[in-house]
């Protein structure tokens, strides 16, 4: 069975602009989460989806945005993009919302310069 | 608010020694414990789930044990290998019946000379 995918892996991007990062679940999996991992902050919960609804959000500002579609792939948005949106963003899936093994991509590098 | 701390943050031994990392929550009220290894610039590879009700998993070399009680889980790593060289994460599973998240640890990174 195929892992968590992101696409793409690596992106450059400039102050200001905005960005879209895409993640395919493990077949099967309805949920899907996003974590922003930084050197300085570690690993942040982002949001959740499930059943294309957003079930769960961190504490992030509104810039920060993100779907679930039907298949349960799922998309984050970054707009106006600061330098400290510079990061891993990791997702994850899992069978369904609560108390399941999460599995994780390998993660979109972004650097905003 | 939960908080999950792991000690040590870095851990430097030979190969061959059994070896622990300790990780640490202030809310007992968790679904699930689950231990990650990442190696540099990767994403995370889930190693064990711990259920709240569950005391211990097993795989392989690893065994985590989890006690709600103290607010501490445990990773004991056998025999360790060069391989076994990585950045070590727990992340406690919190949230509501129709929702959750991972609250993660900063890691503890583990270095084992051959």
């Known amino acids: 069975k195929a892992g968590v995918t992101q696409t793409p892996r690596y992106l450059i991007k400039t102050r200001g602009q905005q960005v879209t990062l895409s993640c395919s679940p493990i077949?099967?999996?309805?949920?899907v989460s996003w974590y922003q991992q930084t050197p300085g902050q570690g690993l942040q919960f982002l949001f959740e989806?499930?059943?294309?609804?957003?079930?769960n959000k961190g504490n992030f500002p509104g810039r920060f945005s993100g779907r679930q579609f039907s298949n349960s792939r799922s998309e984050m948005n970054v707009s106006t993009l600061e330098l400290g949106d510079s990061a891993l963003y990791l997702c994850a899936s899992s069978f369904s919302r609560v108390g399941y093994e999460q599995y994780f991509g390998p993660g979109t590098r972004l650097t905003v310069t | 608010k939960q908080e999950v701390t792991q000690i040590p943050a870095a851990l430097s031994v030979p190969e061959g020694e059994n070896l622990v990392l300790n990780c640490s929550f202030t809310?007992?009220?968790?679904?699930?414990l689950q231990w990650f290894r990442q190696d540099p610039g990767k994403g995370l590879t889930s190693l064990l789930l711990i259920q709240s009700s569950q005391r211990e998993q097993t795989s392989g070399r690893l065994n985590a044990s989890l006690d709600k009680s103290s607010g501490r889980s445990t990773l004991y790593i056998a025999a360790s290998q060069p391989g076994d060289s990585a950045t070590y994460l727990c992340?406690?599973?919190?949230?509501?019946?129709?929702?959750?998240?991972?609250?993660f640890g900063q890691g503890t990174t583990l270095q084992v000379k051959p």
């Open positions: 989806y499930f059943s294309e609804t957003q079930r």
């Open positions: 077949s099967g999996h309805r949920s």
């Open positions: 992340a406690a599973g919190t949230g509501s019946s129709n929702t959750g998240k991972l609250i």
């Open positions: 809310d007992s009220a968790i679904y699930n």
